[in-house]
C-alpha cells in the first residue's frame, strides 16, 4: 500500500504565492502517477495537476496553467505543487492522489489519496 500525507496549506492573499507538499511512502515503487486534486465547498473535486513518477509526463488544468507548478524531489519521495498569482476561486481542500497506471486528469485511475490540506486565497 501506499500512504500519502500534504502539508503546506494555509491562507494567503490573492496574488500571493503557496507551496503543498505530499510525501509519499510505503509501495511507491509501484506508482506510475501522482498528481493533485481539490474541492470547493459546495463543488465537485477537480484535476488540478499531475505528474508521472518518471517525471516525463506533466498535465495541468486549464485553470491553473501558467500559474501553478508541479514537480517531484525523487531523493524525498515527495511532490510539490508551487502555487503563484493566487486567486481566490484556488480556495479549495487540496488533495494528493497516485495511482498505478498512467492516469493524467482521470480521477477514477487514482488508488490512493492523502486527507487534504486547506487553502484559502483572500481577496
Known amino acids: 500500500q501506499v500512504q500519502l500525507v500534504e502539508s503546506g496549506g494555509g491562507l494567503v492573499q490573492a496574488g500571493g504565492s503557496l507551496g503543498l507538499s505530499c510525501a509519499a511512502s510505503?509501495?511507491?515503487?509501484?506508482?506510475?502517477?501522482i498528481g493533485w486534486f481539490r474541492q470547493a465547498p459546495g463543488k465537485e473535486r477537480e484535476f488540478v495537476a499531475s505528474?508521472?513518477?518518471?517525471?516525463?509526463?506533466?498535465y495541468y488544468a486549464d485553470s491553473v496553467k501558467g500559474r501553478f507548478t508541479i514537480s517531484r524531489d525523487n531523493a524525498k519521495n515527495t511532490v510539490l505543487l508551487q502555487m503563484k498569482s493566487a486567486k481566490p476561486e484556488d480556495t479549495a481542500v487540496y488533495y494528493c492522489a497516485a495511482g498505478t497506471v498512467a492516469a493524467g486528469p482521470k480521477t477514477s485511475l487514482y488508488s490512493y489519496w492523502g486527507q487534504g490540506t486547506q487553502v484559502t486565497i483572500s481577496s
Open positions: 510505503g509501495r511507491t515503487g509501484m506508482l506510475s502517477t
Open positions: 505528474l508521472s513518477w518518471s517525471g516525463e509526463r506533466i
